[in-house]
Structure formats: structure tokens, C-alpha cells
């Protein structure tokens, strides 16, 4: 597609519920990246993906956070027992291999009540 | 350790005006920087960027400064207009190949008064 796209684009989600959230990189890129954005807060990495290597998990908040990429273009990001601190916006990005810069999807904002 | 810092959370500039935005970094091994916008409800956007090599990078109203001996950079928007209104993000970028990735500062929340 014309550019990252991730849907839903607002999802509201009682506590102690599972989420999956998705992203449809640009269709080429080899790159894949989730960050998430709280109230007031910076970027926020969480994982990375780059074509067939193992996934960088290195910012995943806890055990409760996962995400998987199938066929390397499309992702989920999964978060099983929401908790109200998971409340975000979920930004999923994407890059040709070895670029300098992401194009971003417009997010998923997460409201856990 | 947050190795890219925007020490400014919030900046409010008179339309017309020139904003400055500042970002620090901490790591030398950065070879490349860019600048984002990012408006409410939108991902965030590529704005202008600058490799090490170079002090300056001008595109338009928007300017690109970099310091590499006091590993600072900045962004001028002149003249500063309402649409401008949005948080400007600082990134950095190191690694190569397979292995580069970008490091953010928190972000910056500019408003430009009509």
C-alpha cells in the first residue's frame, strides 16, 4: 500500500482482557518497527523487526507483550491481560532495509478501563 | 540512560517569530539525525535531517544545525507558522546494515500563536 497502515485505529478494551493490535508495513520494507506514545510521553520503543532475523524484544514492557510478523510484512502486536497502564498510542513504523528513516502508521490509541 | 534529550518539553513562539528546538545526545557513534513532527491523532512524519558530516542542512523554513563537538543540534522554523503547531521529535541514528536503528528524545511540544 501507499503507506503504513494499522488498525483498529481506536480500540477500547475492559482490564484483564487480550488485544491484538495490527500493522501493514509499506509493501517492500524490511523493517519493521512498534513504539508505543503514553499521555505526555516520548516514543516509547518496543520491538523490532528486520526480514528473517530474530526480533529485537528489548523494549517489551513485560511478559504480557508480545508481537509476531508473519510472511515479513504483516505484524501483531498482542497484549494479553491489559492492564490500565497499557493505555497508549500504539505506533507502528517501517523502513527499507538500512535506511536512515521510518514512515509511520497513524497508531492505535488503547483506552484499558 | 536516554542517550537523545530534548530538555524542553514545551516551547510557545509568536507566529512569524523564529522556533528553535534543541536536542543533546550523548553517544558519538550517531551518525545521522533527523527531525519529526507529529500532529494529535497522526504518527509522526519525517521533517529534515542531517548526517554528522555536515553543520547545516536547509530546507525551506526549516534549518538543521549541528554541533558534533558539543553533540547538540537544533532546528529553526522561521518564519514560525500556526500550522507548525505539534510536538517535534529528535532522532538519532547508529548501527549499520540490518543492525541501524533510531534513538528518540521525549519530544518537544511547539505552539505558534496566531
Known amino acids: 500500500g501507499a503507506g503504513v497502515s494499522q488498525s483498529p485505529s481506536n480500540k477500547v478494551t475492559e482490564k484483564g482482557k487480550d488485544v491484538e493490535l495490527r500493522c501493514d508495513p509499506i509493501s517492500g520494507h524490511t523493517a519493521l518497527y512498534w513504539y508505543r506514545q503514553s499521555l505526555g510521553q516520548g516514543l516509547e520503543f518496543l520491538i523490532y523487526?528486520?526480514?528473517?532475523?530474530?526480533?529485537?524484544k528489548s523494549g517489551l514492557p513485560s511478559d504480557r507483550f508480545s508481537a509476531e510478523r508473519t510472511g515479513g510484512s504483516v505484524s501483531t502486536l498482542t497484549i494479553q491481560r491489559t492492564q490500565q497502564e497499557d493505555s497508549a498510542v500504539y505506533l507502528c513504523?517501517?523502513?527499507?532495509?538500512?535506511?536512515?528513516?521510518?514512515?509511520f502508521g497513524s497508531g492505535t490509541r488503547l483506552t484499558v478501563v | 540512560d536516554q542517550q537523545v534529550k530534548q530538555n524542553s518539553p514545551s516551547l510557545s513562539v509568536q507566529e512569524g517569530r523564529i522556533s528553535i528546538l534543541n536536542c543533546d545526545y550523548t553517544?558519538?557513534?550517531?551518525?545521522?539525525f533527523l527531525w519529526y513532527k507529529k500532529y494529535p491523532a497522526e504518527g509522526p512524519t519525517f521533517l529534515i535531517s542531517?548526517?554528522?558530516i555536515k553543520d547545516k542542512n536547509e530546507d525551506g523554513r526549516f534549518t538543521v544545525f549541528l554541533n558534533k563537538s558539543a553533540k547538540h543540534l537544533s532546528l529553526h522554523i522561521v518564519p514560525s507558522q500556526p500550522g507548525d503547531s505539534a510536538v517535534y521529535f529528535c532522532?538519532?541514528?547508529?548501527?549499520?546494515?540490518?543492525?541501524?536503528?533510531?534513538?528518540w528524545g521525549l519530544g518537544t511540544s511547539l505552539a505558534v500563536n496566531p
Open positions: 553517544n558519538s557513534m550517531f551518525d545521522y
Open positions: 513504523a517501517s523502513s527499507p532495509t538500512g535506511s536512515y528513516g521510518y514512515t
Open positions: 523487526f528486520q526480514g528473517n532475523s530474530a526480533p529485537d
Open positions: 532522532a538519532a541514528s547508529v548501527g549499520a546494515g540490518n543492525n541501524r536503528k533510531l534513538i
Open positions: 542531517i548526517s554528522s
